[in-house]
């Protein structure tokens, strides 16, 4: 199982950046997926989250309102758009797999599979 993560960059406050998550190895049909980051000298945090089935989100109170997490299951892929962006939005994103896909998780502890990461800056 492998997730390459991808579409980080350098953006101003306010702009928008969409970050993906391609799949590959099996299908992920009935996992669930979710979106990290790690600002530096900060633990790595929650960020967003998805049943593949697309049935549930859940979103940090950070994010919430401003970011969207979606998947396109004929590209085995999923989506993190993030507008409205911010400087404390700036760290490394990372996307993850479980293998349950029951319930979201929110708990990096609940994830079996993880990406690179992928840089994302917001300059004011």
């Known amino acids: 199982v492998q997730l390459q993560a991808s579409g980080g960059g350098l953006v101003l406050a306010g702009g928008s950046l969409r970050l993906s998550c391609a799949a590959s190895g099996r299908t992920f049909s009935s996992y669930g997926m979710g979106w990290f980051r790690q600002a530096p000298g900060k633990e790595r945090e929650f960020v967003a989250a998805?049943?593949?089935?697309?049935?549930?989100?859940y979103y940090a109170d950070s994010v919430k309102g401003r970011f969207t997490i979606f998947g396109d299951n004929a590209k085995n892929t999923v989506y993190l758009q993030m507008n409205g962006l911010k400087p404390e939005d700036t760290a490394v994103y990372y996307c993850?797999?479980?293998?349950?896909?029951?319930?979201?998780?929110?708990?990096?502890?609940?994830?079996?599979?993880w990406g690179q990461g992928t840089q994302v800056t917001v300059s004011s």
């Open positions: 993850a797999a479980e293998t349950n896909g029951i319930v979201v998780v929110t708990s990096r502890r609940g994830y079996d599979y």
């Open positions: 998805i049943l593949w089935s697309g049935s549930s989100t």
